[in-house]
């Protein structure tokens, strides 16, 4: 391992964007954009420090192996990778939003989640809905999606979804309401173990600058 180079995976979108002013604060600028550029390595102003673009449930997977010193992911994708090997030092408090339960406009959630019954859940997130809802004793049955959840239930796939949810507006404009939260979500910083060893002095100065953008936001 070259202790002198480091790399961050982030994914497009929403994770890039809110972490280009963290990596400012720690005098770090991203040279090329991930929107128009197709490099998946994209150079900063700091020759040893390098950016991967990875698909964000990917980015705890580059972390874990090494083939990421540290990355930036959403506390939904880190309970379902499970966090091995990964060190979380720092909620970032950017990506905000909730993990949810909702189901179609007029449906009697209420009434179909008494214990002993049986639900039919789609979902991205198998190990939260899993893990939520056995801890109020419903059976589900769970329909593994990879994005579009709400769809699910206007098609008659699921009678609910287990989605993130922030403005409500994509729940809105598809007749679908939230019938019941199960956490908060917000993006964190993850460190490859090892490399929280072997890099620290190169790692420590950016951790602290990240903590310090965080704290102020
Ligand atoms: P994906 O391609 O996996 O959907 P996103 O960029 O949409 O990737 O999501 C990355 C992370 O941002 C998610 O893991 C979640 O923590 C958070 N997130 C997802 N949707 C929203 C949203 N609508 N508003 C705020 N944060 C969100
Ligand atoms: C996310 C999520 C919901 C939507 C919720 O989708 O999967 O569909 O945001 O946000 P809202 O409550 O503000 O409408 P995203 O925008 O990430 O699209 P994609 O993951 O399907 O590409
Ligand atoms: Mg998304």
């Keep these: ?23 400012a604060e720690a005098g770090i600028t991203v040279t090329e954009n991930p929107e128009t550029s197709r490099k998946l390595i994209l150079p900063t102003n700091d020759p040893n420090v390098r950016v991967i673009i990875v698909r964000a449930t990917d980015v705890p997977t580059y972390v874990q192996h090494g083939a990421a010193d540290f990355g930036v992911a959403g506390k939904d994708v880190l309970l379902e990778h499970g966090g091995e090997g990964l060190y979380q030092p720092i909620d970032l408090e950017i990506a905000k939003c909730r993990m949810s339960v909702a189901v179609k406009a007029g449906f009697d959630y209420a009434n179909a989640v008494h214990p002993g019954a049986r639900l039919r ?18 059976h589900v049955d769970l329909i593994k999606l990879y994005g579009s959840m709400e769809l699910a239930p206007l098609v008659g796939l699921s009678d609910a979804i287990v989605d993130v949810v922030s403005t409500g507006s994509t729940l809105r404009a598809n007749n679908l309401v939230e019938v019941e939260e199960i956490m908060e979500i917000s993006s964190r910083l993850v460190v490859n173990q090892a490399a929280l060893k072997l890099k620290r002095e190169r790692l420590q100065p950016i951790l602290e600058a990240f903590a310090r953008a965080a704290n102020r936001s």
């Design 1 to 23: 391992m070259e202790t002198n180079q480091l790399i961050l995976a982030l994914s497009k979108g929403r994770i890039f964007e809110d972490t280009v002013p963290l990596l």
């Design 121 to 138: 859940v789609a979902t991205k997130f198998i190990e939260t809905a899993r893990q939520h809802f056995a801890s109020k004793g419903v």
